[in-house]
């Protein structure tokens, strides 16, 4: 893979992580309110989960959902999602506003996120 096309991939990447992360923030700050905030996060986690999946692969790295894919997904999410759980738990204790909380918590773990994806999604043709 040429450095052009990893650069094009990752920007990709960000579109689509950009959208995902969109979906996550608005169910957060639905349910944040009303159910624990923990619980909302995580539900939010899940509409991210699911678009990004979809977005992932169709978009960014053009390949075809498989089961082996939605496994190494599902699995590579999961230590995401422990990555962001940590920097959610950090942000809450800080006491940051809730409407900054996702946006932080991103920004941190994404790059990780990134690299985690792109090997699970792309290891088989």
């Known amino acids: 893979m040429t450095s052009g096309r990893s650069t094009h991939e ?7 992580g950009a959208v995902s992360f969109i979906a996550h923030n608005i169910v957060y700050l639905l349910l944040c309110n009303i ?3 923990a619980v909302a996060y995580t539900l939010g986690y899940a509409s991210w ?3 990004n999946f979809t977005l992932s692969n169709y978009v960014t790295f053009h390949t075809k959902p498989t089961v ?3 496994v190494g997904f599902a699995i590579s999410s999961g230590v ?3 990555i962001q759980l940590g920097g959610f738990t950090l942000c809450r204790l800080v006491a940051l506003p809730d409407v900054i909380v996702t946006p932080v918590v991103y920004t941190v773990s994404f790059p990780i996120n990134f690299l985690m994806v792109r090997y699970v999604l792309k290891r088989e043709k």
């Open 49 to 51: 989960m699911i678009i």
């Open 68 to 70: 082996r894919r939605a």
């Open 10 to 16: 990752f920007l990709k990447f960000v579109v689509v």
């Open 35 to 37: 159910i624990p905030h």
């Open 80 to 82: 995401y999602y422990l």
